[in-house]
């Protein structure tokens, strides 16, 4: 079996959970919208992924400086199962040369819409992880933000995400913890009681643990450099980096450069 067929047989697409996002449109862009808790979620993940690449990515020796405009310049990054590109966005706006791929072709149409608007050069393809892992290539950075517990083989699609990251390269995952915790505020609080996502979007089954998580990379040959959670903070209405794991959180791994 070649390892084209492979890949097919180990497909890592929920085809349900694809078209639940597809159905979005141009509602991605929506701040008020089905999405508005993500576009309120995404300054964090912003914050944490330019402050951590930042220090894993020194320019002649020194460290990049966090706050300058154009802080990840020179960093190829891969946004995996980029949406509507959101998150997308916000990295090349910080300089960084983004590749973002998703099954979901509607989700790139709207995606290759608003990055026209906004003047963003981002490269959007309409593919699976696996997909890209054939064509080849290595990447700088590789993100796995808010997809894994969409996806249906994780530890596939992990194996498929790390193989694309380059030696000396970061990948970054954020998801949400399987917990009693998390169904109680992910799912019930969330979905039923707040609407801030539509009905449906979890299935508290496909939540990851950290532990489990942390393995998976790690039988992929990556090494684990930070752990944190998320937390929402309802006095400022604002999410922010916390100790808490409990339901949301990001793990920060790199491929270390072989000395021999």
Same mark, same amino acid.
């Given at each position: ?15 349900? !959970?694809?078209? #639940? @996002? ?22 964090? #993940? ?5 402050? *951590?690449?930042?220090?894993? @990515? ?5 460290? =990049?400086?966090?706050?300058? %405009?154009? %802080?990840?310049? $020179? ?20 300089? %960084?040369?983004?590749?973002?791929? !998703?099954?979901? =072709?509607?989700?790139?149409? %709207? *995606?290759?819409?608003?990055? /026209? ?19 080849? +290539?290595? @990447? ?14 994780? $530890? *596939? @699609?992990? +194996? ?58 790690? #039988? ?8 944190? $959670?998320? /937390?929402? !903070?309802?006095?400022? $209405?604002?999410?922010?980096?916390? #100790? ?11 491929? =270390?450069?072989?000395? !021999?």
């Amino acid at each position: 079996m070649d390892s084209q067929e492979k890949l097919r047989r180990d497909a890592t697409i929920d085809p349900e !959970d694809v078209g #639940r @996002f597809e159905k979005l449109g141009a509602d991605w862009w929506n701040p008020n919208g089905a999405m508005w808790a993500l576009h309120k979620f995404n300054p964090v #993940r912003v914050g944490y992924l330019r402050d *951590a690449l930042c220090r894993h @990515f020194p320019v002649d020796g020194k460290l =990049r400086g966090r706050h300058e %405009a154009h %802080a990840l310049t $020179g960093l190829s990054i891969l946004d995996v199962g980029c949406g509507g590109g959101i998150l997308s966005e916000s990295l090349a706006q910080l300089g %960084a040369q983004m590749t973002s791929i !998703d099954p979901g =072709r509607a989700n790139i149409e %709207a *995606a290759r819409t608003h990055a /026209a608007q906004a003047e963003l050069s981002i490269d959007y393809r309409c593919m699976s992880v696996e997909d890209l892992v054939v064509e080849g +290539g290595a @990447f700088d950075v590789v993100l796995t933000m808010e997809v894994i517990e969409h996806v249906a083989d994780v $530890g *596939a @699609f992990l +194996g498929y995400a790390a193989a694309l990251v380059r030696p000396g390269g970061m990948l970054v995952a954020a998801t949400l913890n399987r917990t009693l915790k998390s169904f109680a505020l992910a799912i019930v609080g969330a979905e039923y009681l707040l609407n801030w996502v539509p009905r449906g979007t979890h299935n508290w089954n496909q939540f990851v643990t950290p532990d489990e998580l942390a393995r998976t990379l790690r #039988r992929n040959g990556l090494h684990i450099v930070d752990e944190t $959670g998320v /937390a929402y !903070d309802p006095l400022s $209405g604002k999410w922010r980096l916390s #100790r808490d794991m409990d339901v949301n959180y990001l793990i920060a791994a790199e491929r =270390r450069i072989r000395s !021999d």
